[in-house]
């Protein structure tokens, strides 16, 4: 057994700025690193490279095949937004395709559902009501706990069943797929099962606590790519190069039909009135397998899917009634942070779901926190997404007395992941709320503020006077009980004058600007940018190399978000001239990035307009 471990170096003409283009190509080196040496796990934590273990460079990787064809409509996440809870996605060209003749049909599909091998590997996972939660809601919500599979998530359903139907000369060649985590497992575990060797290609910045498991299953695991799709192209290319099958994480008929047990599951442990089943959407295997057994047996159950507000590839595609490949993707609930969804999958999907709702980070933080309350589990975030969804939609429309059920899809969290989450849960759940307030900059303001505020406890207060300033600004954080309570304190701020801003659905003050409270400043031709770093050895050095000398660094605040990447908000000096140099380069760094310049909360903390 060993480990693969590819890293992208940087090429000489990308470190120099200006004359780095968005394709230029990249040099790739590989490491072999030996599972049964001593230093491997020691080095691993640090840094990709190891020390005493034996190392062989490879051969460059073939560019293979492009995963994600240029032909599809290019969107940003931004351009479908709704309301938290509201069933979305659904427009008049969602249903115009007749594409009844493309692949299997639900009918079908019901016939390989109960065809299916899972439970080879697979539980048959409980179906649990959420007491507490269904208390506080007011709609009886239940847990189908998919999180409690033998590798922690619903993936091996799929892999198994997809793999079990081979012949045993093409497992005999042995088989290879490319996943950040779950779908891995399930692989991996398949292929112990049904003795073949198999080799999972993961992104270089995969949480160490996936890859690791994936290690112990037996598989050898390929570290390539900073990107998804960089790894899905190696593992497509390798699968030609050797001969070995391609397992894909969502989109194959076997995989679907895999998935689609939950969904007799359902149906067969809750035989009562069911009002709508939630299912976290990535690629849309999941949902796509649901969705074809239930609207055969239960057609009367809606079958809702579950995206973030900045991962949503399904709804988006659903809305423009053909699929969209996202141009940005939110990394937060890694496990489901799929730029385009599968071809088959979206079919199924176009002809049979009832819409898509939108969660945002606070309100999956906010599941996570529900299902520890009523389980004392711990989801990760995409394993959480339903959950959220089902709240919102049940709070929405004022869903009552009826029976729902989320498909609680995974656990394998990160452990460094929980302090974000701890810190967004309560604002998610609407008991923390994040504001700014300016008051007079002059004695015994401090002690009016705080009678303002009252009974409500302060969570969090930053202040620092500025300089030759009239008003001062504060940015804190209050404990809620209800929200009749915020809208009281509000009113309180302003009739004293006080004039008062909620920022606790804005993701930069939370993430950066509560941490740079410290005085108000101009800066000349400042840009604002919030880059995502990978979390690997090399990452800011890269970014330097791109940026630095050529325009300053005026501000820089990196927040970790756990092994998944890092948060960084960056301000640089760019003349009006330069900024389409600043864009070309920004682009042949590969980082996601976002300009944050118009952010209300920017304008009002750091520039004080």
Known sequence: MEILCF????????????????STPRSTTAVRISANSPSTAATTSNSLEPSNSSVQVLARPKPGEVPLPQELLHVMPASLQYEAGYLGGISEKTRIADNAAAGPSPTSYLTRILASKVYDVAIESPLELAPKLSEKIGAQIHLKREDMQPVFSFKLRGAYNMMAKLPREQLDRGVICSSAGNHAQGVALAARRLKCDAVIAMPVTTPKIKWQSVKRLGATVVLVGDAYDETQAYAKQRSIDEGRVFIPPFDHPEVIAG???????????????????????????????????????????????????????????????????LQQVGGFADGVAVKVVGEETFRLCQELLDGVVLVNRDAICAAIKDMFEETRSILEPAGALALAGAKGYCQYYSIKDEAVVAVTSGANMNFDRLRIVTELADVGAHKEAVLVTFMPEERGSFKKFAEMVGPINITEFKYRCTHGEEQALVLYSV????????SALKKRMETAGMHTLDMTNNDLAKDHLRHLMGGQTQVDHELLYRFVFPERPGALMQFLEMFSPRWNITLFHYRSQGETGANVLVGLQVVKEDEQEFIHCADALGYEYQDERSNEAFQLIMRGY
Not at 296 to 320: F, T
Not at 479 to 486: D, M, N, S
Request: net charge positive; charged share 15%.
């Open 7 to 22: 890293k992208k170096l940087i090429s000489p003409a990308a470190a120099g700025g200006a004359a780095a283009a968005p």
């Open 259 to 325: 998935q689609g047990t939950v969904g007799m599951e359902i149906v067969r442990q809750h035989q009562g009135p069911l009002h709508a089943v939630f299912v976290p959407i990535g690629g849309g295997g999941l949902i796509a397998g649901i969705a074809a057994y239930m609207k055969q047996v239960r057609p009367e159950v809606k079958v809702i899917g579950v995206e973030p507000a900045d991962a949503n590839a399904m709804a988006l595609s659903l809305h423009h009634g053909q699929r969209v490949l």
């Open 479 to 486: 404990g809620l009980h209800k929200e009749e309570e915020l």
